[in-house]
């Protein structure tokens, strides 16, 4: 894929170029190692590393920088009769070679777990995504301990597990018959908040409901029901 976009970069930039510049600059430019004149060369297309688009092309691309805000945030003094404020850690992994849709399955599945079970959980998740959710759980809790005065790195549970959606690379697939298909490699940034003390009973609210409180709601509805066109 980049050598054919590199040769077709060649075709109708070297021209151009070498009719309009001097002699001299024609000498200079043939007198160069090859390596830099393909970037000089192929300055219009984003076709390497160290090509004169570069520079442009990721000027912007420092990815989400909010959420790591949260940790430096400085919380009022407390009064003696409150309840001691939990501490957290907000943590996050940036362009993942993976898809936001997929990685959105194993952030949602640790959500709520203490640490320890997440870990031991995600040891036996056969996916691709696990392995860098799990990474960034360890370092968000040695950060937690070493920056963030928690005592136990046990005592800490998942608080926060989402997936935002990264750069999206456009490329081309060859296919038979001179056609070809469009693929796209798809990156996702994961953000992780982690709290101290125990994990709650029920995450997710409403709290389920026990058979027999289920039992006991549906009697209710087939008793209140109301029998159309009757006495």
Request: net charge positive; glycine share 6%.
């Amino acid at each position: 894929m980049h050598k054919v976009i590199r040769q077709m970069a060649q075709l109708t930039l070297q021209t151009p170029l070498l009719a309009t510049a001097p002699a001299t600059s024609v000498a200079k430019l043939l007198a160069m190692p090859p390596a830099i004149t393909q970037n000089v060369y192929c300055c219009g297309v984003h076709t390497a590393s160290t090509g004169g688009l570069c520079a442009k092309w990721n000027k912007h691309n420092y990815g989400p920088r909010k959420w790591l805000e949260y940790n430096k945030t400085v919380h009022p003094p407390q009064e003696s009769d409150e309840e001691p404020r939990k501490a957290y850690v907000c943590h996050m992994r940036t362009n993942i070679k993976y898809s936001p849709d997929k990685m959105w399955y194993i952030a949602a599945f640790v959500r709520g777990m203490s640490v320890d079970e997440a870990l031991k959980q995600l040891n036996f998740v056969l996916k691709k995504g696990a392995t860098d959710v799990k990474e960034t759980i360890l370092e968000a809790q040695q950060m937690a301990v070493e920056r963030h005065n928690v005592e136990y790195k046990s005592n800490l549970w998942i608080a926060e597990s989402f997936v935002g959606k990264g750069r999206v690379f456009k490329g081309m697939r060859r296919h038979a018959r001179g056609r070809f298909g469009r693929v796209e490699y798809k990156h996702c940034h994961y953000f992780l908040r982690l709290e101290e003390g125990e994990p709650p009973q029920h995450y997710y609210l409403p709290e389920p409901q026990t058979p027999q409180q289920q039992l006991e709601q549906w009697l209710e509805q087939m008793r209140s029901r109301k029998v159309i066109s009757s006495l």
